[in-house]
């Protein structure tokens, strides 16, 4: 119970400090974004709560727009893999669509923020088996793949920095 509240918790309060941080005067990454032409990033997709999920890929969404005001083109990647793929189907679990509804739109209208913003997503063909989510049920944009894993070394070995969302 006390790891549920914290989850909820962090749920809500994360897409408020992206915002307020992203936003704020004065803020920038000079140092970190420093003679960096072309941002290449993976995320790595495992989250297993769907509120939870929502904030990050907000935030997602917010580092892509965040890193064209600091002059870098972004170039993000995400690889949807584990409990995370039950969250990006047109036909979830009844349990899932019960208890999950709103969040499961409102991830829907993130994804497809994503797809405008031209952020690549892929899901794990492994990881859809496993939770018996249907390849072809999966939201538009989201490609499958045949593995998540090699999804994620491939685009580290072609440069991409991991960001792990567990």
Do not use: W
Request: net charge negative; hydrophobic share 45%; charged share 25%.
């Amino acid at each position: 119970m006390r790891n549920r509240m914290l989850i909820l918790l962090l749920a809500f309060l994360l897409p408020l400090g992206l915002g307020s941080t992203a936003t704020a005067e004065g803020l920038d990454n000079r140092e970190a974004t420093e003679g960096i032409e072309t941002m290449r990033a993976v995320y790595d997709m495992r989250k297993s709560n769907p509120n939870v999920m929502l904030a990050y890929l907000r935030g997602i969404a917010s580092n892509h727009e965040n890193l064209i005001k600091e002059g870098v083109e972004p170039d993000l990647r995400m690889v949807f893999i584990a409990e995370a793929v039950k969250f990006i189907t047109t036909d979830p679990e009844p349990e899932v669509a019960i208890d999950h509804g709103d969040t499961l739109e409102e991830i829907a209208k993130a994804i497809d923020r994503l797809d405008e913003l031209g952020v690549r997503m892929e899901v794990c063909s492994a990881a859809t088996r496993a939770y018996g989510v249907d390849n072809d049920t999966v939201l538009d944009p989201i490609q499958p793949v045949r593995s998540g894993f090699i999804a994620v070394m491939g685009y580290q070995n072609q440069g991409y920095a991991l960001v792990p969302v567990y």
